[in-house]
């Protein structure tokens, strides 16, 4: 190019990375994933989905601390209110799947780590003290969701059943054994979500101490006990489902493997015609585990923009000081 358009292209570039310097790190990881794994169509696919969602967190984020834009809270603001489905099992049990499935029924689900991230100041005034469990379940059903629970939030539990009408539904495995084994490859989360790049951002570190009550909440207490003993993990497990067993009533409770698929769910929530499409199926652990690759490549990999920017803003200076001596002649 001419040294003009040179000049115009790192001028546009500088200004890009000054902007989106915390987005640089990801797709540097993304783009050396994909490469390795190019070879093979489903590792492939399964990389790219992993990348989608790390970048809708890291929107989460960017979103929280510089605002939201007018078109998404009007958005927001337009949603029809009121909880009709609460969702108390813990992460590993196919709520993922459930958040899909309730998805395509028509619910307007609150479910992943992006979604927490848009009431981390509410979460963190939850473990302040400030505000209640029930007031937190208010400020989701007042942007709209009717259905939430799920990983981050199966705790409110208690707090849902005692709405007027709301459905819960505890999501369960085939055994407490397989779940202890499961739960690891997403505990392992949990150690990058408290490491540099995220904690960069206040909305990360506001729900820190949240993380840490889930990591109560799914053993015995002991946080030297998580993620790695399964005998603590197991108990933490049959613990939870007894007492949600003991909080909600029987006919407003579902106890649900995914693997039944839509009839019972179907027949739970009312649902005058079911699905005639195989049930959802995702978040496997191979899809997990790499998803975690990710999260700890993110943490080893986010300096890359700020070592590769120095070096731009030489060359931009060089494009500048040619440009000016292009005048001069």
Not at 16 to 35: N, T
Not at 232 to 247: C, K, P, Q, S
Request: glycine share 8%; with cysteine; net charge positive.
């Amino acid at each position: 190019p001419s040294p003009r358009k040179r000049f115009e292209l790192l001028s546009l570039y500088t200004a890009a990375m000054s902007k989106k310097i915390w987005s640089g790190a990801v797709y540097i990881v993304f783009l050396l994933g994909h490469g390795v794994l190019a070879a093979d169509k489903s590792l492939f696919e399964q990389s790219h989905a992993a990348s989608s969602i790390v970048l809708k967190i890291l929107d989460s984020m960017k979103n929280q601390t510089f605002g939201e834009t007018g078109e998404a809270q009007a958005a927001a603001a337009a949603r029809p209110a009121g909880l009709k489905v609460f969702a108390a099992g813990f992460g590993r049990t196919g709520t993922g799947s459930l958040a899909v499935a309730l998805t395509e029924l028509g619910y307007r689900t609150f479910m992943g780590l992006d979604d927490l991230i848009t009431i981390s100041e509410e979460v963190a005034a939850l473990h302040d003290g400030k505000l209640s469990k029930s007031e937190l379940l208010q400020v989701i059903i007042g942007r709209g969701f009717d259905a939430a629970g799920f990983d981050f939030l199966n705790a409110l539990y208690g707090e849902a059943a005692t709405m007027p009408g709301v459905k819960v539904v505890l999501t369960v495995r085939d055994t407490p054994e397989a779940w202890a084994e499961s739960w690891p490859v997403v505990g392992s989360h949990f150690e990058s979500y408290r490491s540099r790049p995220f904690t960069f951002f206040r909305a990360m570190r506001n729900l820190l101490p949240h993380f840490d009550s889930m990591t109560e909440t799914v053993t015995d207490g002991n946080p030297a006990h998580h993620p790695l003993n399964l005998t603590a993990l197991r108990n933490g497990y049959l613990r939870h489902i007894d007492e949600v067993r003991t909080t909600v009533p029987p006919e407003r409770l579902l106890i649900f493997n995914v693997k039944e698929g839509w009839p019972p769910l179907c027949r739970f929530l009312d649902v005058p015609q079911c699905p005639t499409t195989p049930f959802p199926r995702v978040n496997d652990r191979v899809f997990l585990a790499r998803l975690g690759y990710i999260f700890v490549g993110f943490t080893w990999l986010w300096p890359l923009p700020f070592l590769l920017l120095p070096p731009l803003l030489l060359c931009t200076l060089r494009a500048l000081r040619f440009r000016r001596h292009e005048k001069e002649m």
